[in-house]
């Protein structure tokens, strides 16, 4: 087999798509902490110049993100590392940042009980864009009023089923967070009055905790008010200890429903005998919330 030559490649062709790379990524904003933080010379940007435009190409799909990723993989961003012993660029993967927001607001939750990706929805852009507005107007004019601190009552919002009650407060959660550094839980009724009886018959000590650090919440959201177990001891127990202790401590309560404050009072009516208690529960919620129904629109969430 006669042996294969490769001839030698004139390197000099390459030296005006270098110039141009060099002048390209000196004139990037993107990179210019980077070159003189790292006191990059034009001979070594120009040696990695293939990292640097990989990063500025990745960047751009980054732009005017709304959380719908298209890249993959999704939600990852490349970085540019310098390795000076090497003197060489290169490029390392991280979450990106706008996810690194994401996950720095799931973790000021004490409690989320809804679907991860409503921290994707930005509470501007979807409640206050005209058409959403129109239908939610009373809604999101409470919950403004709530972000401005010019109101410090809270919200028990009702109506049909699977008309975005959970979605809108949960988008003014995320809002909060954002604007404030207070402490907030989301928490789905069944879900908490299963957690709280689960606690008061098997840990007294955690049930105590758990009741004291729910009262401490600067914001507490009871989502599905009506869909938990039922009872005079969860009442009593749970739900009127609960609301009483967060009222007296003027704490931001809200709350959302299927029914209204009185058909939820009534659902807890079992007896003669509980009429105290029944009148003590509705007195609480209307007085640390006041009650607004949602229409429902062709939104549905």
Known sequence: MDKLII???????????????LIKIKNEPLFKSFIE?????????????????RVLEDKKKCENCKGKCQKSPQKIQKELVYFKDKSKVDVAFNTCDYYKKINSIKRKFFKMDF?????????SKELLNNDYFKARAKVIKYLNSLLKQENHKGLYLYGQNKIGKSFILALFCKKYLEKFDKSVAFCASDDLFLEMKDLFF????????????????????????????????????????????????????????????????????????????????????????????????????
């Open 202 to 301: 098997n840990d007294k000590n955690a049930f105590s905790d758990f009741m004291l650090n729910l009262t401490n919440l600067d914001l507490l959201v009871i989502d599905g008010l009506g869909s938990e177990a039922k009872s005079d001891f969860s009442r009593d127990s749970f739900l009127c200890p609960l609301l009483e202790a967060r009222f007296k401590h003027n704490k931001l309560t809200l709350f959302t429903s299927n029914f209204t404050i009185d058909e939820i009072v009534k659902m807890y009516s079992f007896s003669s005998a509980s009429l105290p208690k029944v009148k003590q529960l509705s007195s609480l919620i209307k007085s640390m919330a006041d009650e607004i129904e949602l229409i429902s629109t062709s939104f549905i969430f």
């Open 37 to 53: 933080e790292n006191n990059l010379s034009d001979e070594i940007i120009k040696n990695n110049a293939s990292n640097f435009l």
């Open 115 to 123: 679907p991860e990706n409503y921290l994707e929805f930005d509470y």
């Open 7 to 21: 001839p030698d490649i004139n390197q000099s062709i390459f030296s005006p798509l270098k110039e141009e790379a």
